[in-house]
């Protein structure tokens, strides 16, 4: 371009685009004008051009034309736009920038939060103006609840029937009125209905995992009780209550809510409102009560399921008689103590409660005696604890549901029978009053096909009796848990002497129940798995003893349960391992709580306590080829027309089919041979397989059999009804029922026999697998060794006669059983006698403890010493606490 067409420099603007031109400039000079120009100011002083100045003096001229903004109306960013204008909801901020211009000012978060209260104030008002207050009367009226046989036809109509009397505010004891005050809602007589603090504080609590107790005021628990039917715990139904609450406490006085709310709460055992409370518990009218009986029943009101004296397990395991009395007690005072704090009672005669005030025992409606109060306590116990409707047991009290249990009205009635008859036949408190005093039997049947428990005897009558004796009775089972020992012989298999006490399935052998050979000597010396003598803590050793004091020598597992023999087992069980038996039991159906947490060698002889139920679904695991199934009562419970619950059926393989079928085989000849404990329960052309038990003290006995189709548990024991005796305890039956002594094989068995054989008449015969087999190795054990071959008459110059017979070679009478003729192998009263018994037996029937040295594996060397004085010791005939002998 030529020279005389270049423009003159121009007068510059300021701002950016100058301190852009600027930066433009060579950074050797930074700021300095172009050489040969001046620079002029887009600022006009005294009306002359002020010449640019770099980039300081741009920075200044901006700062005059309006803070970050340029001249000409350009912004920081060089960008054209309009001056901001403030708007009424000023966000994001006019005048800000950056993340300032995302943070609401004070005025908005005020006003808003104003905003939101005002809206809040004229929906609850909306909301308080547009809700109704239900009346009382439509919701006091309860139905009953209907249970079914498992035929459909109906069993009874009972359990939601109120017991209700409504009295007066003047018939109320101020002393009950303080009483709940004091525990629920001390500011009652000031609040408006509703207790925000409490809210809040149930809420805060609520969220801390802990309970939730003081969200709600007297006043909302009687509009709960009485004026709304919907129970659940949504966010709707907690809104309605509180605005129905407020409109209460504006239109009634706080006496009427004390009244109502008094008179509509539930006190447990089906009584409804103080008067039924007062009467149910203290058999007295609700103006009698003192300050201690009202903190009793104010107490109930938190829970009747877990602070009734007389417990309620057949709701919650937990709630057994002694830890309710002891909450029950701890609650009771603490009311005493508030009321004093509060001023509503007078310090000196709260010294005067010392004790808790005696409570009356339950009692049963008249619908609910015989059987049918057992079975209804029974399925209701099962709906509550299986339901995931939330339904409780209080929900049942105020009825409406229709109940449908798996119970055969034939088979009840048939098992009922059973027991009747032996009584009559056999027991006689007037007669003998000092042995067939307290005698109770207990039963269950269970089919294993499906779980579902058909018939239970809970005792003589429901009304009378209120233990139910098929469930936990706390009697020991003894011997009928020895087929959890060999099932777990048989899929656990036995430990290596020469490895740890813990070993996996690789180093541990199978065992096979006619193969192997235990020590069945009386008085056998128990010891761990490697050999070493079991001590217990003291440091004392332990001499098992057989019922009887039978001595069996070497003997196969098979004829040791034939015969109920007890040392093979017990030190089986030791081989084994306690905890893997525990696991064996468990696996088939038992309950892990009703299982003692010892670990002593009597562990095998059934010194646990599960129910008769229990055992005849844990039999009925077997029966069923190792699928264990639980035991239920209720198939499925509709309430107004809408199923709310069904039993889902749920099958586990807990045991290798052949495993259990050879568990089976084995309780088999416990009934087939003439010799085994169980031939009293034979049933005519069917198979039946079963086991005796007889514990420590001949205080309990039991007989639990199965056929293909039905496992039944029958238990029998001597303990006092009146729980008023706080030391009851189970009793010796000796000479009871005019026998010297009671085992499992007498009236347990009998009436085992007697029911099976009416509940079966008509049913179809089945049998129950033929099992192969156990692929398991021949094991000795308590001492025993192999045998010896017996020399041949004649000398043999060839290797290949054998002069005895192998295990494996040997015949049977079916796979697994043993053979008739006379083997060392298979028939014990061949005389075999492995291992040394050398030591002297000195103290004869003594207590089974020694104080000798150890001994090597194999022998029983040493003088067994010590003793009480009884046999088998602990102070009883039959092996005190390592005992249990059978019959």
């Known amino acids: 371009m030529s020279e005389h067409r270049r423009k003159p420099p121009q007068p510059q603007g300021g701002g950016r685009a100058a301190a852009r031109r600027a930066a433009q400039q060579p950074s050797g000079r930074r700021g300095a004008p172009p050489r040969g120009a001046a620079s002029a100011s887009s600022s006009v002083s005294h009306g002359e051009e002020r010449p640019y100045g770099g980039r300081a003096a741009a920075r200044r001229a901006a700062q005059r034309a309006g803070g970050r903004r340029g001249a000409g109306g350009h912004d920081v960013a060089g960008r054209r736009g309009v001056p901001g204008k403030k708007r009424l909801i000023d966000y994001p901020r006019h005048d800000k920038y950056g993340w300032r211009r995302w943070v609401p000012s004070w005025k908005l978060v005020t006003g808003l939060f104003l905003g939101f209260l005002a809206s809040l104030m004229v929906a609850g008002t909306i909301a308080y103006a547009m809700v109704g207050v239900p009346e009382p009367a439509k919701i006091a009226g309860a139905q009953n609840n209907v249970y079914y046989w498992d035929d459909g036809s109906q069993m009874v109509a009972t359990g939601g029937e109120v017991n209700r009397q409504i009295v007066g505010i003047g018939q109320i004891p101020g002393d009950m009125q303080n009483a709940v005050i004091s525990a629920e809602n001390k500011t009652f007589r000031k609040d408006s209905g509703i207790d925000p603090m409490g809210i809040g504080r149930a809420l805060f609590n609520m969220a801390r995992g802990e309970q939730t107790q003081g969200g709600s005021t007297i006043t909302q628990q009687y509009v709960k009780n009485a004026r709304l039917n919907n129970q659940d715990q949504t966010l709707s139904r907690k809104f309605k209550e509180l605005f129905i609450s407020m409109k209460i406490d504006s239109e009634m006085e706080k006496s009427e809510i004390m009244a109502g709310y008094l008179n509509t709460s539930f006190y447990g055992r089906g009584a409804y409102g103080i008067q039924a409370a007062a009467r149910t518990y203290f058999d007295k009218d609700a103006k009698q009560l003192n300050a201690s009986e009202?903190?009793?029943?104010?107490?109930?009101?938190?829970?009747?399921?877990?602070?009734?004296?007389?417990?309620?397990?057949?709701?919650d395991s937990t709630a057994t008689k002694e830890a309710n009395t002891e909450r029950l007690r701890k609650r009771w005072g603490w009311i005493l103590d508030e009321m004093v704090k509060d001023g509503h009672l007078e310090p000196a005669e709260r010294q005067k409660y010392t004790e808790l005030p005696t409570v009356q025992k339950p009692r049963k409606n008249a619908q609910l005696s015989g059987q049918i109060g057992y079975l209804v306590d029974l399925a209701k116990a099962n709906f509550v604890n299986k339901n995931t409707e939330g339904i409780t047991a209080e929900d049942?009290?105020?009825?409406?549901?229709?109940?449908?249990?798996?119970?055969d009205k034939k088979k009840v009635a048939e098992l009922e029978k059973a027991v009747k008859k032996v009584i009559d036949e056999n027991i006689d408190p007037k007669k003998r009053p000092k042995t067939d005093t307290h005698v109770q039997f207990g039963g269950a049947s269970v089919d294993p096909r499906t779980g579902q428990i058909v018939a239970i005897y809970g005792g003589e009558d429901a009304t009378k009796h209120f233990t139910n004796n098929a469930d936990a009775t706390g009697a020991q089972v003894g011997s009928t848990f020895k087929p959890f020992v060999l099932a777990a012989a048989m899929r656990d298999g036995v430990r290596d002497p020469e490895l740890g006490a813990e070993q996996g399935a690789d180093t541990r052998r199978i065992v096979d129940p006619d193969k192997s050979r235990y020590n069945g000597k009386n008085k056998l010396k128990i010891r761990n798995w490697d050999g070493s003598i079991w001590q217990n803590e003291e440091g004392k050793e332990w001499l098992q003893t057989n019922d009887g004091q039978e001595n069996y020598g070497n003997i196969s597992l098979r004829e040791a349960m034939i015969h109920?023999?007890?040392?093979?087992y017990v030190q089986l069980g030791m081989d084994i391992g306690i905890p893997q038996v525990r696991e064996a039991a468990i696996d088939a159906g038992l309950l892990e709580s009703s299982l003692t947490k010892s670990n002593v060698p009597s562990f095998s002889l059934g010194i646990s306590e599960p129910s008769a139920i229990r055992m005849a679904g844990a039999y009925g695991t077997f029966a069923a080829e190792g699928e264990q199934r639980e035991p239920y009562s209720v198939k499925f419970v509709e309430h107004e027309g809408v199923k709310v619950y069904e039993h889902e059926e749920q099958a586990e393989q807990a045991f290798d089919e052949n495993v259990a079928n050879n568990v089976t085989d084995v309780l088999r000849d416990v009934v087939d041979d003439e010799e085994g404990t169980g031939k009293n329960a034979r049933l005519p052309g069917r198979q039946v397989a079963g086991k005796t038990g007889t514990t420590d003290g001949n205080k309990s006995a039991w007989f639990v059999g199965y056929t293909p189709q039905l496992s039944t548990a029958i238990d029998m024991y001597r303990l006092d009804d009146n729980e008023k005796n706080k030391k009851r305890e189970f009793l010796e039956m000796y000479g009871t029922g005019d026998q010297n002594k009671i085992h499992g094989a007498s009236f347990p068995s009998e009436i085992w026999q007697d029911y099976m054989s009416k509940a079966l008449k008509g049913a179809k015969i089945m049998e129950f697998p033929?099992?192969?087999?156990?692929?398991?190795?021949?094991?000795?054990?308590?001492?025993?060794?192999?045998?010896?071959?017996?020399?041949?008459?004649?000398?043999?110059?060839?290797?290949?006669?054998?002069?005895s017979q192998s295990p494996s070679q040997s015949p049977s009478k079916s796979p697994g059983r043993p053979s008739e003729s006379c083997n060392p192998w298979e028939d014990w009263t061949c005389g075999v006698d492995g291992g040394s018994s050398t030591g002297t037996d000195q103290g004869g029937d003594n207590g089974g403890v020694t104080t000798s040295p150890s001994t090597p594996p194999g022998s029983d060397g040493g003088t067994d010493t010590g003793g009480n004085g009884n046999t088998g010791g602990n102070g009883n005939t039959g092996g005190g606490l390592f005992g249990g002998s059978d019959g």
């Open 294 to 315: 009202c903190a009793v029943l104010a107490s109930l009101l938190k829970g009747a399921t877990y602070f009734d004296p007389a417990g309620a397990t057949a709701i």
């Open 396 to 407: 049942l009290t105020k009825g409406g549901y229709e109940i449908h249990t798996t119970f």
């Open 564 to 568: 109920s023999a007890n040392s093979p």
């Open 770 to 803: 033929e099992p192969e087999p156990i692929d398991g190795e021949a094991v000795f054990g308590g001492g025993a060794v192999s045998p010896k071959p017996t020399p041949s008459s004649s000398p043999s110059k060839s290797p290949s006669s054998s002069p």
